[in-house]
């Protein structure tokens, strides 16, 4: 089955800096890849998402990249601010079935 | 993006109860749902994909005569944990999938907190 790998596991910054996230899966058949956050005591929300016919994809302040040759993808914050301070799940899916997440990051913009 | 709700948001229940939980996918119809239980500071499990009209599909280890799924509609599933035990006791959520494309996106409820005492 799929394993999907995220790090790091805690990443701490200062308002403004860039936050990148990396994720790395195994299955050549997965061809999609959502980012989501979550915020304490909640559900998980997209915050954006990557299908396999593409290699980035941008919007505003976030971007997602892919190297399917690779296998990996990561997720880059720009500007951040202390709202941006949650945990950030990567995950793969071949299309129509379950996503398999990563272990998750733990992101803390101080100010 | 979709809207997808859970209720109750919170529930407490003592042991050798049964709780619900449902699952509605408010603007959009959802074929397919899925459920995932959360550990404090773990990543999302998945238990079970329920798809209208049929029977769910447990994943390994997970007791199908324990959590009960049912998915009666194309907004509606429910979970329902019978004979609750402390060890049951965790962030449960669902997710619905949207259809029609070739890539499905899943939308998040916004989880249950389950505490069996």
């Known amino acids: 089955g799929e394993n999907v790998e995220q790090h790091p596991s805690t990443l701490s910054v200062q308002e403004g800096d860039s936050a990148v996230i990396k994720c790395t899966y195994s299955?050549?058949?997965?061809?999609?890849f959502p980012w989501y956050k979550q915020e304490l005591g909640k559900g998980p929300q997209l915050i954006i998402d990557?299908?396999?016919?593409?290699g980035e994809k941008k919007d505003q302040r976030i971007a997602v990249t892919l190297n399917k040759t690779a296998k990996h993808f990561s997720l880059h914050i720009t500007e951040t601010q202390p709202e941006d301070s949650a945990v950030y799940f990567c995950a793969a899916s071949n299309s129509g079935y379950a996503l398999n997440f990563g272990k998750g990051t733990s992101l803390l913009v101080t100010p | 993006g979709a809207v997808v709700s859970q209720h109750p948001s919170r529930v407490i229940c003592k042991s050798g109860t049964s709780v619900k939980i449902e699952c509605r996918s408010l603007?959009?119809?959802?074929?397919?749902m899925f459920w995932y239980r959360q550990f404090p500071k773990q990543s999302l499990m998945l238990m079970a994909t329920s798809n209208e009209g049929s029977k769910a599909t447990y994943e390994q280890g997970v007791e199908k005569d324990k959590f009960l799924i049912n998915h009666a509609s194309l907004t509606l599933s429910t979970l329902t944990v019978t004979s609750a035990h402390p060890e049951d006791s965790s962030f449960y959520i669902c997710?619905?999938?949207?259809?029609?494309?070739?890539?499905?996106?899943?939308?998040f409820g916004p989880g249950t907190r389950l505490t069996v005492l």
């Open positions: 299955d050549s058949a997965s061809n999609y």
């Open positions: 997710s619905a999938m949207t259809s029609g494309g070739v890539y499905n996106e899943q939308f």
């Open positions: 990557i299908r396999s016919n593409v």
């Open positions: 603007d959009f119809q959802a074929t397919t």
